[in-house]
């Protein structure tokens, strides 16, 4: 988070429990439907959060291990 200390950035995280995957489920649940987590982190949370915080539509991802 160093890196960012002097620039204007919106960050988020994406935590879960251990064991979590965040991909696109093939089959799906039976109370929640189509699990779509690579789809929303990847495509729709962007423009939201640009949207809500002036962002300018550059983006990154990065993992953390």
Do not use: C, H
Not at 4 to 30: M, W
Not at 43 to 57: K, Q, V
């Amino acid at each position: 988070m160093e890196f960012f200390a002097d620039k204007e950035s919106n960050i988020v995280l994406a935590t879960g429990g251990p064991g979590n995957v965040y991909t696109d489920g093939q089959r799906p649940d039976p109370v929640l439907g189509t699990n779509k987590w690579e789809t929303f982190l990847t495509r729709e949370l962007s423009p939201l959060i640009d949207a809500r915080f002036e962002g300018n539509g550059r983006n990154a991802i990065e993992r953390v291990r």
